[in-house]
């Protein structure tokens, strides 16, 4: 399942993050990539170590907690420091079809998880390039997706996916993984549904409705039964 999570930053976050991004040192994208995908890679980022990246890093990880949507969709038990990178009309940039490495370790930190969910957050407007879309396969088909600055993807790190190549213009973007609580995909994605459709019922009948407060505690007896913490 994709879940598009919008303004996740302001449009004056994302325009201080450019500012400080155009700034910084940029090296090859290969640097964190795989065997596999560091042959169909062709992108620059941040040096994933940098004070740079780490800050900025860090200030998504707190934008990221306190967004009820994005909570509710991942139910995060931990977030991959998050990278950075761009794509360059003129370099050729793309990244060809490739699936994430299964398990991330930062040596910073030292932590290490299961990458059960990717994360895509655009930092340029759809209007700066050409190309660069982030396509995504999955047993529905394959998905091009192309999201305004500050917006977000949320989508299986098992899946198949890749962007294609820059026409003009030049796509920055951050980027990392999550291990959700909640492992399994189609559980996960029920648990979002019955939470999106509690918060309606919350909103026409307030949260003291008794039935309200029956589901809720479904929802949470649902965690209960499928949370790894
Ligand atoms: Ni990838």
Redesign the pocket.
């Known amino acids: 399942m994709l879940i598009c999570i919008p303004d996740v930053l302001s449009k004056s976050d994302v325009a201080e993050f450019r500012r400080i991004m155009d700034a910084a040192g940029w090296e090859d994208g290969r640097s964190t990539a795989g065997a596999q995908?560091a042959l169909v890679k062709r992108n620059e980022q941040l040096p994933p170590d940098s004070d740079v990246a780490r800050a900025l890093g860090n200030r998504i990880i707190s934008a990221l907690t306190s967004n009820p949507r994005f909570v509710s969709a991942a139910i995060p038990l931990q977030i991959f420091p998050p990278l950075f990178n761009r794509y360059v009309s003129s370099d050729g940039h793309h990244?060809g079809v490739?699936?994430?490495n299964a398990v991330r370790g930062d040596h910073l930190t030292g932590m290490r998880i299961r990458t059960d969910l990717?994360v895509t957050l655009f930092l340029s407007e759809p209007e700066e390039y050409e190309g660069g879309e982030l396509v995504i396969e999955d047993n529905y088909g394959s998905h091009e997706v192309k999201l305004p600055a500050g917006h977000l993807v949320l989508y299986p790190?098992s899946s198949l996916?890749?962007v294609t190549p820059l026409r003009a213009g030049m796509r920055v973007a951050s980027?990392f993984w999550l291990q959700s609580m909640i492992r399994d995909a189609h559980a996960r994605s029920m648990i979002f549904d019955l939470d999106s459709a509690i918060q309606s019922l919350v909103e026409r009948l307030g949260r003291d409705d008794p039935e309200t407060v029956k589901l809720t505690g479904i929802y949470h007896n649902l965690i209960r039964y499928w949370a790894e913490v």
């Open positions: 995908s990244f490739h699936v994430d990717s790190a996916h890749l980027f």
